[in-house]
């Protein structure tokens, strides 16, 4: 089966190929042409996954999913959360969210967060939702290279590396996105016989 995920961002990508079977094949927005971003106008994660999908989806009539994630930190009152990508400004420096998130964080104790990622999946006319949390802790200054956004600075519970200390295999054993990619292969593994399509 093929299906096109909705994303520009290579590390996704990279992330949700590495565990999915072979009889998902991923084709790429350049795959169908499209340079332009997809809008993300929602308020929500799950408004922003949505919206990324119906718009493939009303513009290319193919099969797709697409996701939207974001960091939730507790004593921000949930923030980034769906700004996560422009928490700083909308120039989008991962360097500068990670340095706003670590000065808004100084003088609090509590530095537990989670990161959230929903899938949705276009089949035809119906819309599919996958949703994937990883609990954790921000810590006081980064670590590790690998990875992006702010993964330098997430160490997931129950474990003594960052995401950016992780390489893919290790991150996918604990992160959002696999957990919301693996809901949705187990439901395309039950749902639709992937060696006939
Ligand atoms: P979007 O889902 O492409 O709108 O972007 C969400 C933003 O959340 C990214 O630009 C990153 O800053 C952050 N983010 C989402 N997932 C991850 C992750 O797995 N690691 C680190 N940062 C992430």
């Known amino acids: 089966m093929k299906l096109l995920f909705a994303t520009k ?15 998902i094949q991923i ?5 169908i042409g499209l340079e332009e971003d997809i809008p993300e106008t929602s308020k929500t994660i ?9 718009f493939i989806k009303n513009h290319f009539k193919i099969n797709c999913f697409a996701e939207d994630s974001g960091l939730e930190i507790d004593s921000l009152n949930g923030e980034p959360g769906v700004d996560s990508a422009i928490y ?3 120039h989008r420096d991962d360097n500068d ?20 990622t929903i899938i949705a999946l276009k089949i035809n006319e119906n819309i599919f939702e996958f949703e994937g949390v990883v609990n954790g802790t921000i810590l006081l200054n980064r670590r590790g290279k ?31 996105r696999s957990k919301a990619a693996n809901k949705m292969i187990t439901f395309l593994e ?8």
């Open 9 to 23: 961002n290579l590390n996704k990508a990279n992330e949700i190929k590495d565990i999915l079977p072979k009889q």
């Open 46 to 54: 799950r408004g922003n996954a949505l919206q990324k999908v119906n």
């Open 146 to 176: 690998n990875g992006f956004g702010y993964d330098s600075i997430f160490e997931p519970e129950n474990c003594c590396k960052t995401f950016a200390e992780m390489n893919i295999h290790e991150k996918n054993y604990y992160s959002h």
């Open 97 to 116: 969210n990670i340095n706003l998130v670590l000065k808004k964080l100084k003088s609090k104790a509590n530095r537990k967060a989670q990161f959230k």
């Open 27 to 31: 084709i790429t927005l350049k795959d």
């Open 88 to 90: 700083a400004g909308k």
């Open 190 to 197: 039950k749902t639709i016989n992937l060696s006939n399509t």
